[in-house]
């Protein structure tokens, strides 16, 4: 009687353990091509995953703040409606720390897309310009 509980427990935890394996290949799978057709499209998808997959265009709304123009913005007023926000829904004084962290990453997200924007256009500077190292007297 004993073995026949025993293999009733083993055939069911094999099922259920198979079930997730493959709901878990299925998952990583879709992702996996979701990533491929981003870079095929000419999106960054590693940058969408940095702040938690967030749009640019949602990150904007949730700051209410204009996007970014040729990767030039208000970082000041970007920075000034983070705080206002961030403190406004502070888990101790009865706010979301969901909400929170959506408005943490809109500004990460808004900071990643400016970043990444001064640096190609020093990249083309350079490249314009031709390298020019900084020399120091003395070395």
Not at 16 to 36: F, M, P
Request: proline share 3%; charged share 30%.
């Amino acid at each position: 009687m004993a073995h026949r509980i025993i293999t009733q427990v083993v055939i069911t935890g094999s099922r259920v353990l198979g079930r997730a394996v493959t709901e878990a290949w299925k998952q990583a799978s879709a992702s996996q091509q979701y990533a491929r057709q981003g870079a095929q499209s000419g999106s960054r998808s590693g940058a969408n995953y940095v702040s938690a997959g967030l749009t640019l265009d949602e990150a904007c709304r949730i700051l209410n703040v204009k996007p970014p123009m040729q990767g030039k913005t208000d970082v000041d007023h970007v920075l000034e409606r983070f705080k206002t926000l961030f403190d406004k829904n502070d888990p101790t004084k009865g706010g979301s720390f969901y909400l929170q962290s959506k408005i943490l990453r809109a500004r990460e997200r808004i900071e990643l897309e400016v970043r990444e924007a001064a640096e190609a256009a020093e990249r083309e500077t350079e490249l314009r310009e031709g390298w020019k190292p900084k020399l120091y007297k003395g070395r």
